[in-house]
């Protein structure tokens, strides 16, 4: 596609429910991250897929947060029995190799409530 | 913690005026990043330096590297109101399977006044 694309761009759940979170990278792009931002804090690494290599998951911030990536295509971040805490918005980004320019989505503005 | 750290955490100035934010890192890296976000989105990629570069330019914008003090610097000359956003610094971090992953700062907030 032309870019990253992010999808819900907003959701709202109630806590304590799951949800996933999807991204759809540049075609091509073999890196893929996932960070999570607060409201008015930087960004915070969750966890980064290269190609075939195992991901690295050493950002995810407790076992409720899962990702997937299928080959060099669509991820989705998965978080369980969801927490207020976890309100944020989820940004995506992908680059062509690991050490270049990354292009990030839209993100997903997440709401517990 | 965070691998960058931005400085100013906010800053604010008149239009026309330069806006200049600093970044500083711990571990070796081999490039730094530069990048936009505009309403808490998406980020837009600036500026990429790499570690043997010591300038790099690209409009209205200088990035500076100083490997031996971990630090660079982003210089907005002649600002304008559409700079108002938040400025972010990445670091890159090795892996062990040799591999890279971008860090990034907290950010500086810059506003810029008509």
């Known amino acids: 596609g032309a870019g990253v694309s992010q999808s819900p761009s907003n959701k709202v759940t109630e806590k304590g429910k799951d949800v ?17 931002q607060r409201l008015g804090q930087g960004l915070e690494f969750l ?10 998951k050493s950002g995810l911030p407790s076992d409720r947060f899962s990702a997937e990536r299928t080959g060099e295509s669509v991820s989705t971040l998965t978080i369980q029995r969801t927490q207020q805490e976890d309100s944020a918005v989820y940004l995506c980004a992908s680059s062509s190799t690991p050490n270049t320019e990354a292009f ?10 | 913690s965070q691998q960058g750290e931005e400085d100013p955490q906010a800053l604010s100035i008149q239009e026309g005026e330069n806006a200049t934010m ?3 890192y711990k571990t070796s890296i081999n490039n730094l990043q530069w990048y936009r976000q505009n309403s808490g989105r998406g980020l837009v ?13 690209s409009g209205r914008l200088r990035v500076t590297l100083d490997t031996s003090k971990k630090s660079s610097s ?3 000359t ?3 109101a559409a700079d108002t956003a938040s400025y972010f610094c990445a670091t890159d971090l090795l892996r062990t399977s040799g591999t890279y992953k971008y860090i990034f700062g907290t950010g500086t907030r810059l506003k810029v006044l008509a």
């Open chain 1, 104 to 113: 990030f989505g839209q993100g997903t503005r997440l709401t517990v409530v």
């Open chain 2, 74 to 76: 982003l210089l907005i």
């Open chain 2, 78 to 80: 002649a600002s304008r």
């Open chain 1, 47 to 56: 966890i980064y897929f290269q190609g075939n290599s195992a991901p690295d």
């Open chain 2, 22 to 24: 600093n970044c500083s």
């Open chain 2, 45 to 57: 990629h600036l500026i990429l330096i790499r570690s043997n570069e010591r300038e790099k330019h």
């Open chain 1, 20 to 36: 996933e979170l999807r991204c759809d990278p540049i075609s091509g792009h073999t890196a893929l991250y996932w960070y999570r």
